[in-house]
């Protein structure tokens, strides 16, 4: 093949011949590439946290939980949207997370309490996918919605709420009231989100002198409750060691009342055995009893009995029996013995 120019020196420029075989190993080339890109797009993988929602033209067909690799017709005719739905993902209400720096979002955090204060509030809304055709179909932008209806339900709990009482004791029934309402929102828009928790960060009055003032007052009201807890606890150690105590004392009493019992029961014995024997012999019980009660109210006494019956008068050496009655073993007339002069009997 010849190709003449119209230059002005005349000459032919011949091209190079093409090889029979090389429109063949284009095409087959071209066939190995489509078909390789094929069987690519027929593959597709799902993580441990991931499902895949399947879509035939356009249209939602099914879902895959599973994790690993699957297959799929190829595109056009099947498409895949991988979700992490089993992830639990966050969002920050009030403030953002920017390198481990927190910025506030003042246009977010600031709202009107129920008697018409201002306070801020931060929260953080765990969540995930609970159906995934639902969160793809239902609702355009899943965590913008997510954002706005979590700022609407803080605001609507808040806004019928005190301030004296959302920054003090009501932080825990606002953030349980606050998402209830969220829930019933998800519900209520089948947006195919679950929330897991919502907590807030912090519920206080925007800074400056209010903030340091309703601070002062929540320092109080810590310590008030501290206070009364150790006063609790003091009652709660006292009050059953005071019980153990009067316990002690109730039954002391009653041991000593039931000694007290016992002995004036055995007192009775004793005088009911002394009575019997006088009954028997009032003389000699009364002599003996004369002469314990002198023992025991002379315990140093001698005491010496005598016969006194007949006209004779007994000689009676007081001196030497006294004197004997020391140096010796025996008193005369200790302990109720009696010694005899002259014939005297006991």
Do not use: C
Not at 113 to 122: F, L, Q, Y
Not at 173 to 202: A, C, P
Not at 232 to 248: F, I, M, S, T
């Amino acid at each position: 093949m010849e190709v003449y120019q119209g230059d002005k020196d005349g000459k032919t420029v011949k091209l190079p011949q093409v090889p029979k075989n090389t429109v063949k190993k284009i095409a087959f080339g071209a066939a190995v590439v489509v078909i390789a890109g094929l069987a690519w797009s027929s593959i597709y993988t799902v993580q441990e946290e991931e499902q895949a929602a399947i879509m035939t033209f356009g249209k939602y067909t099914t879902t895959q939980e599973s994790s690993g690799l699957h297959f799929k017709l190829p595109y056009p005719i099947q498409q895949v949207v991988i979700v992490p739905a089993k992830l639990t993902q966050k969002i920050h209400i009030g403030y953002r997370e920017v390198n481990g720096k927190v910025n506030p979002v003042d246009e977010e955090a600031l709202m009107i309490t129920g008697d018409e204060n201002i306070v801020s509030a931060d929260a953080v809304v765990e969540w995930r996918v609970s159906d995934l055709h639902k969160y793809l179909y239902n609702i355009e932008n899943p965590e913008h919605f997510l954002r706005n209806s979590a700022i609407a339900s803080i605001r609507s709990v808040i806004g019928s709420t005190k301030l004296d009482y959302a920054i003090t004791e009501g932080k825990t029934v606002i953030q349980t009231d606050v998402k209830s309402k969220l829930e019933e929102l998800m519900n209520q828009y089948n947006t195919g989100i679950h929330i897991i928790d919502l907590k807030f960060q912090d519920i206080e009055p925007p800074e400056g002198q209010v903030q340091t003032a309703f601070k002062s007052v929540t320092n109080a009201r810590e310590e008030k409750n501290t206070k009364i807890n150790q006063a609790q606890k003091y009652v709660n150690d006292r009050l059953p060691k005071a019980r153990g105590e009067a316990q002690a004392l109730i039954e002391k009493a009653e041991g000593e009342k039931q000694s007290r019992i016992l002995n004036a029961q055995g007192d009775v014995s004793k005088f009911d055995a002394v009575y019997a024997e006088y009954v028997k012999s009032p003389n000699v019980t009364s002599n003996r009893l004369t002469l314990e009660t002198l023992e025991k109210i002379l315990p140093k006494a001698k005491v010496i009995i005598t016969e006194g019956s007949g006209n004779t008068v007994n000689y009676l050496p007081l001196n030497d029996l006294l004197r004997s009655s020391t140096t010796g073993n025996n008193a005369a007339g200790t302990g109720g013995t009696a010694g005899t002069q002259g014939g005297g009997n006991r």
